[in-house]
């Protein structure tokens, strides 16, 4: 019973992380086509807080401001945007009737917003203060190298130091963190290396993980599970673990982390599973068969299990300096969008590594567990996600929209009417079917990942 209260409440976390970030950003995204119509006396019909039925609301001056039963974002309605010119024409204040640059100023409102957003979310954070690792200030210093993985085949070891990723000096883990596992977006990787004096190069190959949304290279600054206690008679026991043991693959998955060990276990269903462990310069292989445990209501294996020794710092930032790196971090994160762009259009990321609402709510849900702090980062990452992919000249989204504002006033301008209606219809058709296709693909991946 407490098994399920607890999954119900992880659940019912990540719900309420998603409705609040997902709520708030597409709020201010709608508020900011709102400001502009009614700063360019468009008329605008609705302005919304929430979708589905009205619940509340008042009318001043023309538009319906109205508390809707779904509280999730909003939206706005100008008058005659969605008559593509057939309608609204005796109306100055209808959106067709305006002036060209006055129409992409309101449809590309929303999107800027959203831009603008990221270097205060990203202040905020560091205002708040984090709790990292110190060890992401140190020198990236190799604490452990995957048994056969594209780093212990390229002659890796533990103790090696990294000194340049793709020709860029990095000095902290945090820094070559970000060089090979964030802004890559690319199997391979270069890195210049020292051992005992000497320099040498590597080129590492990576693998899509078992969640195909990340490149596994065999790499980490720390041993990822290690074995704190041992119960006796337990299939663990009767395996030969030991205390001190690092856990680094179950079967063929490699190991990062405590969870990922407790859901192998769980999807094991009883049947034995391998676990690979490496005890004092050697490495061995034991088959455990997992039990029920009828107290827990879940399949053990009888072992504690600890993250490595870790020591954490309070990283927390003045103002002037949070500001500097707010805006570092919002045009790093622009830069590392259009680059997953690029590469998925190349065919160097894989659409593997897209993530849907799922995954976005499961990581909204998880920064919140951790503090508001992680909450306001991954806000300040998603507004400037959601605001360049709102401005993509992609049909049914603000710059398809955009798009055809311009291409309709180049047509008017060489041939004095305006674009076809019937031309607008059929992209509005062909980008909804877009875009309903790609969230059934993501939605889709979410699924697969979370099943492992």
Same mark, same amino acid.
């Given at each position: 019973?407490?098994?399920?209260?607890?999954?119900?409440?992880?659940?019912?976390?990540?719900?309420?992380?998603?409705?609040?970030?997902?709520?708030?950003?597409?709020?201010?995204?709608?508020?900011?086509?709102?400001?502009?119509?009614?700063?360019?006396?468009?008329?605008?019909? %609705?302005?919304?807080?929430?979708?589905?039925?009205?619940?509340?609301?008042?009318?001043?001056?023309?538009?319906?401001?109205?508390?809707?039963?779904?509280?999730?974002?909003?939206?706005?309605?100008?008058?005659?945007?969605?008559?593509?010119?057939?309608?609204?024409?005796?109306?100055?204040?209808?959106?067709?009737?305006?002036?060209?640059?006055?129409?992409?100023?309101?449809?590309?409102?929303?999107?800027?917003?959203?831009?603008?957003?990221?270097?205060?979310?990203? $202040?905020?954070?560091?205002?708040?203060?984090?709790?990292?690792?110190?060890?992401?200030?140190?020198?990236?210093?190799?604490?452990?190298?995957?048994?056969?993985?594209?780093?212990?085949?390229?002659?890796?070891?533990?103790?090696?130091?990294?000194?340049?990723?793709?020709?860029?000096?990095?000095?902290?883990?945090?820094?070559?963190?970000?060089?090979?596992?964030?802004?890559?977006?690319?199997?391979?990787?270069?890195?210049?290396?020292?051992?005992?004096?000497?320099?040498?190069?590597?080129?590492?190959?990576?693998?899509?993980?078992?969640?195909?949304?990340?490149?596994?290279?065999?790499?980490?600054?720390?041993?990822?599970?290690?074995?704190?206690?041992?119960?006796?008679?337990?299939?663990?026991?009767?395996?030969?673990?030991?205390?001190?043991?690092?856990?680094?693959?179950?079967?063929?998955?490699? %190991?990062?982390?405590?969870?990922?060990?407790?859901?192998?276990?769980?999807?094991?269903?009883?049947?034995?599973?391998?676990?690979?462990?490496?005890?004092?310069?050697?490495?061995?292989?034991?088959?455990?068969?997992?039990?029920?445990? !009828?107290?827990?209501?879940?399949?053990?294996?009888?072992?504690?299990?600890?993250?490595?020794?870790?020591?954490?710092?309070? @990283?927390?930032?003045?103002?002037?300096?949070?500001?500097?790196?707010?805006?570092?971090?919002?045009?790093?994160?622009?830069?590392?969008?259009?680059?997953?762009?690029?590469?998925?259009?190349?065919?160097?990321?894989?659409?593997? !590594?897209?993530?849907?609402?799922?995954?976005?709510?499961?990581?909204?849900?998880?920064?919140?567990?951790?503090?508001?702090?992680?909450?306001?980062?991954?806000?300040?990452?998603?507004?400037?996600?959601?605001?360049?992919?709102?401005?993509?000249?992609?049909?049914?989204?603000?710059?398809?929209? !955009? !798009?055809?504002?311009?291409?309709?006033?180049?047509?008017?301008?060489? @041939?004095?009417?305006?674009?076809?209606?019937?031309?607008?219809?059929?992209?509005?058709?062909?980008?909804?079917?877009?875009?309903?296709?790609? $969230?059934?693909?993501?939605?889709?991946?979410?699924?697969?990942?979370?099943?492992?």
């Amino acid at each position: 019973m407490a098994g399920w209260l607890d999954k119900v409440w992880v659940v019912l976390v990540y719900v309420f992380g998603f409705a609040v970030m997902f709520g708030i950003l597409v709020f201010l995204h709608e508020l900011g086509h709102f400001v502009v119509a009614k700063a360019l006396r468009f008329r605008v019909e %609705v302005f919304s807080l929430g979708f589905g039925p009205r619940v509340w609301g008042w009318r001043r001056k023309g538009t319906d401001y109205r508390i809707s039963a779904v509280p999730l974002g909003g939206y706005v309605r100008v008058a005659g945007m969605d008559q593509l010119e057939a309608g609204g024409r005796d109306d100055p204040r209808a959106f067709y009737n305006r002036p060209l640059w006055q129409q992409m100023a309101v449809v590309i409102a929303g999107g800027l917003i959203n831009l603008a957003l990221g270097p205060f979310c990203f $202040m905020t954070a560091y205002r708040i203060g984090f709790q990292e690792p110190v060890f992401l200030s140190r020198p990236p210093v190799l604490g452990w190298v995957y048994p056969d993985s594209p780093a212990s085949r390229a002659g890796l070891r533990i103790g090696d130091r990294i000194r340049r990723v793709n020709d860029r000096p990095v000095t902290t883990w945090r820094e070559a963190h970000r060089a090979i596992f964030i802004e890559n977006l690319r199997p391979e990787v270069d890195l210049e290396v020292e051992r005992g004096g000497s320099v040498f190069r590597v080129r590492l190959r990576g693998v899509l993980d078992v969640r195909g949304s990340a490149f596994f290279y065999g790499i980490a600054p720390l041993p990822p599970v290690v074995v704190d206690r041992v119960e006796a008679g337990s299939p663990a026991a009767q395996a030969d673990l030991r205390p001190g043991d690092v856990i680094y693959r179950i079967d063929d998955d490699p %190991v990062e982390g405590l969870s990922q060990v407790q859901a192998r276990v769980q999807r094991s269903q009883g049947r034995p599973v391998v676990f690979h462990v490496y005890r004092q310069g050697a490495f061995r292989s034991v088959t455990l068969r997992p039990v029920w445990d !009828a107290q827990f209501r879940r399949l053990r294996v009888g072992v504690a299990l600890r993250p490595p020794a870790t020591e954490y710092q309070r @990283t927390r930032l003045s103002w002037g300096e949070a500001w500097r790196r707010s805006w570092q971090d919002t045009f790093w994160t622009m830069g590392l969008v259009f680059r997953a762009l690029r590469n998925l259009l190349t065919g160097e990321l894989s659409v593997k !590594a897209l993530s849907g609402p799922i995954l976005i709510a499961q990581a909204a849900g998880q920064a919140l567990l951790i503090g508001w702090a992680r909450f306001f980062q991954l806000m300040g990452l998603f507004t400037v996600n959601l605001g360049i992919f709102n401005l993509l000249p992609v049909p049914a989204l603000d710059g398809g929209h !955009a !798009a055809m504002i311009l291409l309709s006033g180049l047509v008017r301008a060489l @041939t004095g009417r305006p674009l076809s209606p019937r031309v607008r219809e059929w992209v509005a058709i062909v980008g909804m079917v877009l875009l309903l296709g790609l $969230m059934l693909l993501v939605l889709t991946l979410d699924v697969l990942k979370l099943r492992g």
